[in-house]
């Protein structure tokens, strides 16, 4: 499946509605609306049991206006991918019994969209259901995008050009899970995206399908394990996810390809007030793989359509520090490797990324974060993200 946290492509069309917890905490690369797909889990209201979805209807927070069951609020972004706007969202939380509320998150149907300078603009409907004292979880929506991505070329002579890649569309997603054991989770999903794309250069690829019009359906399976105390910002805990999809022409997609992703987060509090966060990603894919699906660097520093390949790893370092009660600064560190990259020039790069962060804590009973940060990477790259939500 399409990695959340990641595609460029993904995260326009499928970012906002993959959990109502994508669409409440922000992440990187939307408006990474995407980092924008994982289950994301938060204290409960009433006690300290981990649930999937930050109840924000039980929290009174800046950015959010509360009124019964509905929520709304908006979310503001900047990054290189593109450019600074304004997300917003309306959610409804359905009714829970006390023992409901102690023991899974409340079911949540929500309605976001975003509009951003360089005039770039989505809109999205998802819904999310926990059932059986937390042991289903079911997610699933639909979005429209209208994406201005820039996209880095080195064909051309060996220069590099600015490439436009305007991409219009729509896609759906829908995810099922079931836990097994502990916090151990199986799931399966299905994916379906249908846009046009264009450039404003003719350009070849070596590895990828540039048709103007594509269609791509997928069903797939993976595995989770989840002990996080607050995915929101853990402070400890691990996350693990391993995914595969299978995108076929016999289930209606133009492409027949298959795509692999692995995901390891940790996290370790090393101090009250420090925690240091690692995360380790792998993204493989294989056949006739559209320019939309390739694997890509998630790292800051960079615009997240810079570095694209049928192959990538990549590898992160964060430390927390929580100085005041509602104010933090972090340091980070990663770095990130392609294969079969589009460009033979990126092949054998090692990527780096490294930064500093300050942090406010708009939200302190789902720990959700006003983050800034500011990036640099290789050939004197640098970026700044402003965003709710962590990185990761």
């Known amino acids: 499946m399409v990695s959340s946290k990641l595609n460029p492509i993904a995260v326009g069309l499928l970012g906002m509605m993959l959990t109502p917890a994508a669409v409440f905490a922000d992440n990187d690369n939307t408006a990474n609306a995407s980092k924008i797909q994982q289950s994301a889990v938060a204290e409960s209201a009433t006690n300290e049991q981990s649930s999937l979805v930050p109840n924000l209807k039980e929290n009174q927070a800046p950015l959010t206006v509360n009124k019964g069951n509905f929520v709304a609020a908006p979310i503001p972004f900047s990054n290189p991918t593109i450019d600074s706007g304004l997300a917003g969202l309306v959610g409804y939380f359905y009714p829970q ?40 979880h079911l997610k699933g929506g639909i979005a429209y995008a209208d994406l201005k991505l820039p996209l880095v070329s080195t064909e051309f002579i060996g220069l590099p050009i600015a490439v436009d890649w305007d991409i219009t569309g729509y896609g759906a997603l829908l995810e099922l899970e079931r ?43 993976g595995i989770i394990y989840d002990s996080r105390d607050v995915p929101t910002n853990p402070y400890e805990g691990y996350y693990f996810k391993l995914n595969g999809t299978v995108f076929n022409d016999a289930i209606g997609s133009d492409n027949n390809f298959e795509s ?8 370790f509090p090393v101090h009250e007030s420090v925690t240091v966060a690692y995360k380790l990603k792998g993204c493989m894919k294989e056949g006739d793989v559209p320019l939309w699906a390739a694997c890509r660097l998630g790292l800051r ?56 962060g300050l942090r406010f804590m708009l939200q302190p009973a789902e720990r959700i974060n006003l983050r800034l940060d500011y990036a640099r990477s290789s050939n004197n790259n640098s970026a700044i993200y402003f965003s709710v939500g962590e990185a990761f």
């Open 260 to 267: 692999y992703s692995l995901e390891f987060d940790g996290y």
């Open 97 to 136: 019994t006390n023992e409901q509320k102690a023991i899974q998150p409340p079911s949540v149907t929500g309605v976001a969209g975003f509009y951003s300078s360089n005039d770039s603009w989505g809109a999205a409907v998802g819904h999310a259901s926990y059932w059986d004292n937390n042991n289903w």
């Open 301 to 356: 520093g960079f615009s997240s359509t810079e570095y694209m390949a049928l192959g990538s790893i990549e590898t992160e370092a964060e430390a927390r520090w929580r100085f005041h009660k509602r104010w933090g600064l972090v340091g980070f560190v990663g770095a990130g490797k392609l294969d079969d990259v589009n460009h033979t020039d990126k092949s054998n790069d090692i990527i780096p990324s490294y930064g500093i």
């Open 179 to 221: 836990r097994i054991s502990g916090n151990w989770f199986v799931g399966i999903n299905g994916i379906f995206i249908d846009f046009e794309q264009d450039f404003n250069v003719d350009i070849s690829s070596i590895h990828f399908d540039l048709n103007n019009e594509i269609v791509s359906a997928g069903l797939g399976a």
